[in-house]
């Protein structure tokens, strides 16, 4: 959930993780879609260009966003715009869930369609619809997610398509992903060469990028995940591999599914026997849990995975009943953590070591930078030290932190104009990127909680954005000046926010390799104070800031200290050097060495 927050005075010359067709990557529940209309009523558009493309007899579904209902329709011009990048939220769910079933080929194409309710906390916020085309001896897959949720008083839509093609014996021909966060859109489309790679487009802000990938070996989509599920319904108690493709990213998830057994589940619209089973996505942060009820054709009627602290399901059910209107769910003091105490602007200027407790079986869920040190205390506790940087505390910067992608487009002519214009006749990187921040926070003019997550193109266009919008434009600038970059994922302390006092919220800003290591600059609040904590560091690609706001509900900040309260004559009481899995800290006292 990327935040907008009150700017801070100018700074003085110190200036220093999936769930299957139903697939969207952890954690991207916090984005913010198209402007769908009131209960997430929005359809999606013609079907994506390369399925037309593949299947000149292909038959598309176009939804009636008026009037709420499907209709077949002759297949569109294939110059048609292509699908837009899956949005970053719930559709992990959309990866690991095969949806439909595939019954003996049609000699013309046939529709199906299918709908699942989304509840989270058991609240409605949504519903799920399943298109699948069954044409000759192939099977398309189209599944539009639409949620609405509430953030500070203001309902958010989300709306997320994902597709896919496939052969009738599972072989993968083409995906695609679109996704529209209010104006943001963005797109990937692959499609199978004779060779057996494929082609893979991506537009981001208007910029495409082409790359060819190699298929992964033993991946499968849609058909085969449910093929394999089927196939294991009938042996409970087993445990079995699967690799699933994840069209958003172009990569595998590697996952464990465990065969439960039948039971007796009760759906919307009565009680059906179906097959449970438990996928495990091993992640470095702890596993993702996904709960499946399959029937007796592997289709997933019944799904339940963990969310911010809450139980997000997703139940099979009548399309009344899927579109039925959504309650108000607030998702944003689910993504606050509280301080202790208040940290006043003396404090946030210094060193601060904070104690934290990150609940559950989380894997290092903070990292170590030139800027942060983490101590590990055992049974989930941490010393999280920020303030007094040092080179070394994390690696230097590798070739891709200088070079151009998707969301950090730093090869544009026109980020590039803008750069130059910017540092004008600056000599040292550190003046360049002092120079870039300034432009940075002067630039975007409109702030709010409704653009979602931008690349640095569209913010270059729009001037509008939050904290991610800020961190994307300002670390694309850098690299174009031939400054490694990178863009940091965590949360900074705000005295009052959205109702609440003292908390900690998500946000981002950005690393810069100056001087010889790496120093933070955050070009939204105008300045890198001691309540910014770490949890992840990237290329600027949406999914790693929203997978990483998913720790949000499992920390809780027990004390801070300031430099001086350590260092005082009696120092607050805190767990010793010497107790198990504790190093010395950074400074002296108890706790330090």
């Given at each position: ?15 220093r993780s999936a769930w299957p067709e139903w697939g969207v990557p952890k954690g991207f529940i916090v984005g913010v ?233 009760q759906l919307p619209d009565g009680t059906e026997t179906l097959s449970h089973q438990r996928q495990r996505l091993h ?311």
């Amino acid at each position: 959930m990327a935040t907008s927050l009150p700017s801070s005075p100018e700074p003085s010359s110190r200036t220093r993780s999936a769930w299957p067709e139903w697939g969207v990557p952890k954690g991207f529940i916090v984005g913010v879609p198209e402007q769908a209309k009131r209960h997430c009523r929005r359809r999606p558009g013609p079907c994506p260009a390369w399925v037309r493309r593949l299947h000149d007899s292909y038959v598309a579904v176009r939804i009636d966003v008026r009037a709420n209902s499907a209709s077949t329709v002759p297949e569109p011009s294939p110059t048609e715009s292509n699908m837009r990048r899956l949005l970053a939220t719930l559709l992990l769910v959309l990866v690991l869930c095969p949806l439909t079933c595939v019954q003996a080929q049609p000699a013309t194409p046939r529709t199906e369609t299918n709908w699942m309710t989304v509840l989270l906390g058991g609240r409605k916020i949504g519903s799920l619809r399943i298109d699948r085309v069954y044409a000759g001896d192939t099977i398309s897959t189209t599944q539009t997610l639409s949620i609405m949720l509430n953030r500070n008083g203001t309902s958010i839509p989300l709306s997320n398509v994902i597709s896919s093609l496939e052969s009738d014996d599972s072989k993968p021909l083409g995906f695609g992903t679109r996704t529209r966060l209010s104006a943001m859109e963005s797109t990937v489309e692959g499609k199978r060469q004779a060779d057996g790679t494929f082609q893979v487009e991506t537009i981001v802000g208007g910029a495409r990028r082409d790359a060819v990938i190699a298929w992964p070996a033993g991946a499968v989509l849609n058909e085969g995940q449910r093929k394999a599920m089927m196939a294991a319904s009938a042996h409970p108690g087993t445990t079995y591999p699967l690799q699933m493709f994840d069209p958003a990213t172009q990569s595998v998830m590697d996952v464990s599914i465990e065969v439960i057994g039948n039971e007796q589940v009760q759906l919307p619209d009565g009680t059906e026997t179906l097959s449970h089973q438990r996928q495990r996505l091993h992640q470095a942060r702890g596993d993702q849990i996904l709960d499946l009820w399959l029937d007796h054709e592997g289709r997933a009627r019944r799904g339940i995975i963990s969310m911010l602290g809450r139980q997000l399901e997703m139940q099979a059910c009548s399309e009344a009943c899927a579109t039925a209107p959504v309650q108000d769910v607030d998702m944003f003091r689910a993504a606050m953590v509280d301080s202790p105490r208040p940290l006043t602007s003396n404090l946030r200027r210094d060193f601060l070591r904070y104690k934290v407790h990150v609940k559950g079986n989380i894997a290092e869920p903070f990292i170590q930078t030139d800027e942060q040190r983490i101590t590990p205390l055992g049974n989930g506790d941490y010393y999280i030290d920020v303030g007094m940087p040092f080179a070394g505390g994390e690696a230097g910067p590798t070739s891709d932190d200088t070079q151009a992608n998707a969301w950090l487009q730093s090869d544009a002519p026109a980020i590039r104009s803008v750069a130059a214009e910017a540092v004008g006749n600056a000599t040292s990187n550190r003046q360049r990127m002092r120079l870039l921040r300034l432009f940075v926070s002067r630039y975007i003019n409109q702030h709010g909680l409704d653009v979602g997550y931008a690349s640095a193109l569209e913010v270059l266009n729009s001037r509008q954005g939050d904290c991610t919008e800020y961190a994307v434009l300002l670390a694309a600038l850098a690299r174009s000046q031939g400054i490694p970059a990178r863009v940091v994922t965590g949360m900074v302390y705000a005295d009052r926010y959205g109702g609440a006092s003292r908390v900690f919220l998500p946000h981002a800003w950005v690393q810069a390799w100056v001087d010889g290591r790496w120093q933070s600059y955050d070009a939204a609040l105008r300045r890198f104070d001691m309540t910014h904590i770490a949890l992840s560091v990237g290329d600027g690609d949406p999914w790693r800031f929203f997978s990483a706001t998913e720790l949000f509900n499992a920390l809780q900040i027990s004390d801070v200290w300031s430099a001086g309260e350590l260092m005082a004559p009696t120092p607050p009481q805190m767990q010793t050097a010497g107790s198990p899995g504790v190093r010395g800290g950074s400074l002296g006292g108890p706790g330090g060495g």
